[in-house]
């Protein structure tokens, strides 16, 4: 093993024996539950069961916190509606409840034969690759799509709107992803002599005690706290941490990219930004000041209405602080313009020189270069160039190797520049959580001659589409690495039982992906492969059980060093070298290369012709404790959690409309409309209403897709990319509410 990784020191093995069971130490990524990677530790009855999860002590990221959706994961792992054997049923089928079992051998020669057919007619472009969240399957079915020849790895979600905006963001005005600092790149944590606690984090578009992205625990927000830091939060309704908060702002859904410019503009004319930092280190901050200049903050409070005094009083709190940090979340992507609006809320933390410095924002130590895609040098530049969207949005050809999800599907339907013909689903229901209009996108996926889907149950997109079905392994029941973002740390799931036939999504992926290009895929098992992923930590996939999680070194300051450029320079990784305020990168897109707020397409500010019919401002997919996107809905203790898909609404709007708590509701916006039950609470803005995302109801019938297309909130939003591809207005629209008659 490296000797430049740090480890944590076990009191036990990985595996080990205890009253009657078999215990494993391990790490849950990928399906089901969230993309945290939370420290867990399994019980194995004597039957080969899995019996219990439970929070591991010895982890540093959780000490043995866990959620509902890990404590129930043995409800999940043997549910008597998991998908447990290859399925398959006739084209002409396709949308009845008509399967039939086949071995996987069976399956894997079909999807092969069907496969090879449309790489030969049409090219291997013909077919798409698609995922849902993030997780553990981007490095696997990159390779798979890679290696097959089709260079139309996609997401199916409107403008990529979920995180990879701000990553690509990041990437192009910084070279590099930023991340809080809590003090995760150290097994000692917060007691790290280096370590520094924020004097103020903004908690901005995110609640992070039920869901987050890049390895982030919400109960780290509260550590912090405990150890003085204060917190700001950026949010629509009044959340727990927003009521321990200094400072709450009720920003307007889609408008963050105006209260960031109008405290930039605070924060610059009242000389509280970082001269050192930016005269040395940024570059086109006098450009910048010039746009800021436009955002007085009589204007912004009119935009996002949130009050002068409080704008004042949070860009005051972030200049003034020593240190500061910024946990941000994907409301910030799901925006259309949501590039230029993480360019300006990411800006405020580097005008005022908070970027690799204690307590700050750090970029995380890369543990695995392969987590985000692997293999694209298998694909080929002939391949690479029929990439679809790369023509129309030259952005996703710097660098970021997935086609562009709205061009995806007009392809689909138009057939310019090339027809599609096939489609691999993994770890995806796009019908019922990540596309934009959900029943367009069923037609243009039915348009397909050949779909295959990888998942745990039956849900909507098998229902409706699906001509083979493959069931995938829950973490418990299988091996894996966990990349955690790609950074930080690495970890591995641990294998503990055995559910039917179910094989991991890497083992499928392996085992076709000898099929079809066995060049590409030398390994004889998946832990093989594993190890040849660690090469870079001189760690095999065994090694790394035993220890794990194990932590790569971080210094700060590491600009000052040429440790966070390619070239060894002092600097950034841009074409300056400096962090890049006014972006190159945007400019030679034929971008703004500067931060700009453009209002939200229905809205108050953009369509004020439409209030009179709409007169709510509507916002979804908020989290919820017992469900992530589209999954648990069978999971009969979580769903006793959340039992309906809900509308949440101020009592006093409720009234103006007369809905009573518990009602049915049709939530209706200029496209369509979505069916919820109303949920009065006082934590709501009189003007918005917030709906949940990716119902369905496993319940239903099959043969009706499990009534998706009532309950799904997609139902209201159009397919409609920001300028640069990236970005989408899942988060922010307009509505009108009324309650459903007997019958519907």
Excluded at 288 to 306: G, N, Q
Excluded at 462 to 474: K, M, N, Q, R, W
Excluded at 635 to 661: F, N, Q
Excluded at 716 to 736: A, D, E, Q, R, V
Aim: some cysteine.
């Amino acid at each position: 093993m490296a000797e430049e990784y740090r480890t944590v020191q076990h009191d036990k093995p990985f595996q080990y024996e205890e009253g009657g069971y078999q215990v494993t130490r391990g790490c849950a990524w990928t399906g089901p539950g969230c993309h945290l990677g939370c420290g867990v530790i399994m019980y194995q009855d004597a039957d080969g069961k899995l019996a219990k999860c439970e929070g591991d002590p010895e982890d540093p990221w959780t000490n043995g916190r866990l959620c509902m959706r890990c404590l129930d994961v043995p409800e999940v792992t043997h549910h008597k509606e998991r998908l447990q054997y290859p399925m398959k049923r006739a084209r002409e089928d396709r949308g009845l409840d008509k399967w039939e079992r086949i071995s996987w051998d069976e399956a894997y020669d079909l999807i092969t034969d069907e496969f090879m057919a449309m790489k030969e007619k049409y090219g291997a472009e013909s077919v798409i690759f698609a995922q849902g969240t993030g997780r553990d399957i981007a490095a696997y079915i990159t390779r798979l799509s890679w290696s097959f020849g089709s260079p139309n790895y996609t997401g199916l979600l409107s403008g990529q709107a979920c995180y990879l905006p701000r990553i690509a963001g990041m990437a192009a005005t910084t070279g590099a992803p930023w991340i809080p600092d809590a003090a995760q790149q150290f097994p000692e944590r917060y007691d790290h002599p280096d370590y520094e606690v924020p004097e103020v984090m903004f908690v901005w578009g995110n609640y992070p005690l039920k869901s987050n992205i890049e390895g982030f625990y919400g109960h780290w927000v509260i550590d912090l706290m405990k150890r003085g830091m204060k917190l700001v939060t950026v949010d629509p309704k009044v959340t727990w941490l927003a009521s321990k908060s200094e400072l709450h702002l009720r920003v307007r859904p889609g408008t963050d990219a105006a209260l960031a410019l109008g405290m930039m503009k605070v924060i610059i004319e009242e000389d509280l930004y970082d001269h050192e930092f930016v005269d040395n280190w940024c570059y086109g901050f006098d450009e910048l000041a010039e746009r800021a200049k436009e955002f007085d903050v009589k204007r912004v409070s009119e935009i996002t209405w949130v009050p002068e005094e409080k704008i004042i009083a949070a860009a005051r709190m972030l200049g003034n602080a020593k240190n500061s940090t910024l946990q941000w979340g994907v409301a910030v992507d799901m925006t259309r313009e949501a590039m230029p609006a993480g360019q300006a809320i990411l800006a405020l933390w580097e005008i005022t020189g908070n970027m690799e410095r204690p307590g700050g924002m750090i970029v995380a130590p890369e543990i695995l270069s392969v987590a985000g895609g692997w293999g694209r040098e298998i694909l080929g530049p002939e391949q690479e160039a029929k990439r679809i969207g790369i023509k129309d949005y030259p952005l996703y050809n710097f660098g970021f190797a997935v086609s562009q999800p709205d061009e995806t599907v007009k392809t689909i339907e138009t057939g310019v520049p090339y027809e599609i013909h096939g489609a691999w689903l993994q770890t995806t229901n796009p019908i019922a959580c990540m596309g934009a209009d959900p029943q367009r996108l069923y037609k243009a996926l039915n348009k397909l001659d050949f779909i295959v889907v990888v998942d745990l149950f039956k849900t909507p997109t098998i229902a409706a589409l699906a001509d083979v079905v493959l069931p995938a392994c829950t973490f418990p029941e299988r091996n894996g690495i966990a990349f955690v973002s790609g950074a930080q740390r690495g970890s591995t799931i641990n294998k503990v039982t055995d559910v039917g036939e179910c094989r991991s999504d890497m083992q499928i992926n392996l085992e076709l992906g000898k099929r079809w290009n066995p060049e590409a895929w030398p390994w004889d098992n998946v832990d093989e492969m594993f190890t040849d992923m660690l090469k870079p930590t001189d760690m095999s996939f065994e090694e790394l059980q035993e220890v794990a999680p194990a932590y790569q070194p971080i210094e700060y300051y590491r600009y000052k060093t040429g440790k966070l450029r390619k070239d060894g320079q002092p600097g950034f990784n841009t074409p300056t070298g400096r962090i890049e305020l006014w972006s190159n990168f945007y400019n030679q897109a034929g971008l703004d290369p500067l931060p700009y707020f453009e209002e939200p397409e229905p809205g108050p500010g953009s369509t004020p012709d439409l209030m009179g019919e709409y007169p709510l401002v509507m916002t979804s997919g908020a989290r919820t404790w017992g469900m992530f996107h589209s999954e648990h809905r069978q999971i009969e203790r979580m769903r006793h959690y959340r039992p309906w898909p809900l509308m949440e609404i101020h009592p006093e709007t409720a009234a103006k409309y007369g809905i009573k708590d518990g009602d049915w509701v049709w939530m209706e916006g200029p496209m369509g409309r979505a069916k919820r039950k109303a949920k009065l609470t006082p934590v709501m803005d009189r003007r918005i209403v917030s709906c949940d995302h990716g119902w369905w109801f496993p319940e239903g019938d099959p043969e009706k897709f499990y009534d998706v297309f009532d309950l799904n909130i997609n139902n209201t939003l159009p397919w409609i990319p920001g300028k640069s591809g990236f970005g989408s207005n899942y988060k922010s629209s307009i509505c009108k509410i009324y309650k459903v008659e007997e019958g519907e």
